[in-house]
């Protein structure tokens, strides 16, 4: 009998022991630049920072891929794994099913558009391609009624009376004079083809410069109406995604914008590279990562942050790591091994 006591005292006491040299077991997701996978190994600033405070703890970590962002957060949640890393934001909702560790990383949504997404103003619309080929036109019927008129008029008086060669511009800017001038200020025709000739361009005169206006004044509506994304506003209407279950989701859900959600970040990015969305909602960094590596000269970030957020580490509601880890990274930011990480990974201390 005594025996046995001891044995369920050292079994008791060796518990604790056993259960610290035992391996953590963190759930992750793709993304890119806090998690994934290269030659192998998983890698990015939050599975550096991971292997670095499990390092000070005295502890060995493993990382278990999750096939989707709520199927990570659920495992904690449930308490399946010792926790979650990645690019997770703290919140309030979250924070009533799991614990979380200080924050690690401070981020925040940001919008990204295609590179082509871009607003040039009045300007834009003053030399649309629309407007520059109608100005052509203009300006070859104006030359062609000017050498008509040259025709008519070239032995009536003084003006038009000169070779073809010489007429050329004098004959457009008489042209061009009267249409601009609706009438006859000088010059006014002698011949009666010429004079029928400058009643049908004073009568044409009001209607070119009634479409111009108005063509002016439809490329600004246009430009008003589909310019570009500058901000939340503008997506409205507008062919916007983010991934399902995320802040961004829930974000533009409380902003009642319409949007379409995705199971995984490749899908999205996916999508958006098909050319079939005109915005994706979603977090900045790593939003920034793939403008500068896959979306480079296709792709561009809104700089302004439209919702700032706090990463941190999800564990077990009541998890025993909570204050372990919290110490842990206290110190490595006293330290300078956390400024060096985050260096490393994003260019910044």
Known sequence: MTRLILSIVFLCLAAPAIAQDRPLVFSTVDRRPFSFEERGERTGFSIELMQLIAQELGREVRFQKADSFSEMLQQVSSGQLDGAIANISITADRETEMDF????????????????????????????YDLL?????????????????????RRKQPYFDQSANKAMFPAFWWALNLVV??????????????????VVMVISSLFVVSVFVAHITASLTVEAITGSIKSIEDLEGRRVATTEGSTASAFLRSREIGHKTFTSLAELLEAFESDTLDAVVFDGPILSHYVATDGKGTARLIERVFRPENYGIALPEGSVLREPINRTLLRLGETGAYGEIVLRWFGRP
């Open 101 to 128: 560790s200080q924050p690690i990383f401070e981020s925040g949504l940001q919008i990204m558009v295609r590179a082509s997404d871009t607003s040039s103003g009045i300007w834009g619309a003053l030399f649309s």
């Open 133 to 153: 080929r109608a100005m052509i036109a203009a300006f070859a019927i104006l030359f062609a009624a000017g050498m008509l008129m040259w025709a008519f008029e």
């Open 181 to 198: 001038n609706g009438g006859f200020e000088e010059r006014m025709p002698r011949s009666i083809p010429g004079r029928l000739l400058g």
